[in-house]
């Protein structure tokens, strides 16, 4: 798939822009905060219906404007798909094919994105929240039902927080509620548990061969799921279930002492292993961009397999951030079947090549030129 053009109006430091892409490269050049970066998550928006910068969707809206919109043509292996999304105070509205869609889960997955920017390079290294968004926004991209059972998990996350607060430092807890809670709250667990482990597996055998590859045929790359409570991917949901149960009995007291829950998935973590050494403990810099990148190549080959058409590829000011030799190894990779948008201050660190063979776009305070 690819996006042929993109409209938007009042989005960030955008009051108005339309623009025309090339199905290959697109390279945006300009220097600090003239809006590169908006644009790519502009491109973001379009296909995951929210930022990846902000949960806050006020913030997308051009200071005093009162709406805001994004509109592309995204051709599809069928045709021409006509994808609109705006911003009121209100709420957002999300149309495809013109049509506005009633759930968010009925658009996501129209236009399926791939995002490799400054922050991933410290997936590995990073705090186990960096992993835990990166495993949900890529479910996410194959899944639209992840999510909805996603935001099911943290209502229901929250809801038992609020209980285990109420009791903060009690021995006990004799709310019929927290009771009703639980049990929804381990069944969406098991859920989220289940698909993430399903995830990993596939993501795993698309990343080790291209860790492989990159690597120069020297180190074997594991990726590794670890919840926290210990659950094993083997087990039937049942098991699962009465496990967590069992888990949460254990530190019950630990919760009321706290006030937050203690074991699930917002808890879980991923792990990756080089050769069968933690990357994050042991690994070089080097090893951990390798990892960072297998990733990103193998969530395009996993989307590719499971959506049956290419991803778009979004790299936001991190192309230069590679060397000569794992350049080359990404832009091989994808040369001629994925489009790809990239953002940079400066031409120089991006092979001669690449730049050669782009449509180059200029940005400079809101505006981009040709
Ligand atoms: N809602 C908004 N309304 C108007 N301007 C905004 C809004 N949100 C952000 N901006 C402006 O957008 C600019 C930042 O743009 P962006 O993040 O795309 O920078 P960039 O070109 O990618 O820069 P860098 O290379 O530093 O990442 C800033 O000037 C900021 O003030």
């Known amino acids: ?80 798909l006509p994808l609109e999304i705006s911003f009121s105070k209100k709420g957002k509205k999300a149309k495809v094919n013109h049509l506005e869609q009633r759930r968010l889960s009925d658009y996501i997955g129209q236009l399926n994105v791939v995002m490799f920017a400054p922050e991933d390079l410290h997936l ?110 083997e087990w039937t949901p049942a098991e699962m279930a009465s496990f967590l149960e069992q888990k949460l009995q254990e530190v019950k007291k630990r919760e009321l002492d706290r006030g937050v829950t203690l074991v699930g998935p917002h808890r879980d973590d991923l792990q990756f292993m080089v050769n069968g050494y933690d990357v994050q403990t042991y690994g070089s810099q080097g090893q951990q961009r390798t990892t960072a990148l297998s990733l990103k190549l193998a969530e395009i080959e996993l989307i590719k397999q499971e959506v049956g058409e290419a991803p778009v590829l979004l790299l936001d000011d991190v192309l230069s951030e590679l060397d000569d030799y794992r350049q080359s190894h990404l832009l091989n990779t ?12 400066s031409v120089e660190g991006i092979q001669h090549e690449t730049i050669q063979s782009a449509r180059l776009f200029e940005v400079s305070k809101g505006t981009v030129k040709e």
Do not use: C
């Open 124 to 233: 590995v290294k990073g705090s186990p929240q960096v992993r835990r968004r990166f495993i949900d926004m890529e479910i996410g991209q194959i899944s639209p039902v992840y999510l909805h059972d996603l935001v099911n998990y943290q209502k229901l996350l929250k809801q038992r927080n609020h209980i285990l607060k109420q009791h903060y430092g009690k021995q006990a807890i004799n709310d019929v509620m927290f009771e009703v809670y639980t049990e929804q709250f381990i069944e969406a667990a098991v859920k989220i548990i289940q698909k993430r482990f399903q995830f990993m597996e596939l993501l795993q055998k698309w990343a080790e061969p291209i860790h492989h590859g990159i690597s120069r045929g020297l180190e074997k790359l594991e990726i590794r799921y670890q919840p926290i409570s210990g659950l094993k991917p």
């Open 334 to 345: 994808i040369r001629g079947s994925v489009q790809t948008f990239v953002t940079t201050t």
């Open 1 to 80: 798939m690819r996006i042929d053009n993109l409209e938007l109006v009042n989005y960030r430091n955008y009051e108005t822009l339309k623009l025309d892409f090339s199905p290959e490269i697109n390279v945006f050049i300009g220097e600090n905060a003239q809006g590169k970066t908006n644009i790519m998550e502009s491109l973001y928006v379009l296909s995951m219906a929210k930022s990846h910068r902000t949960s806050n969707d006020k913030e997308l809206i051009r200071w005093d404007a009162e709406y805001g919109k994004i509109k592309a043509d995204v051709l599809r292996k069928y045709g021409k």
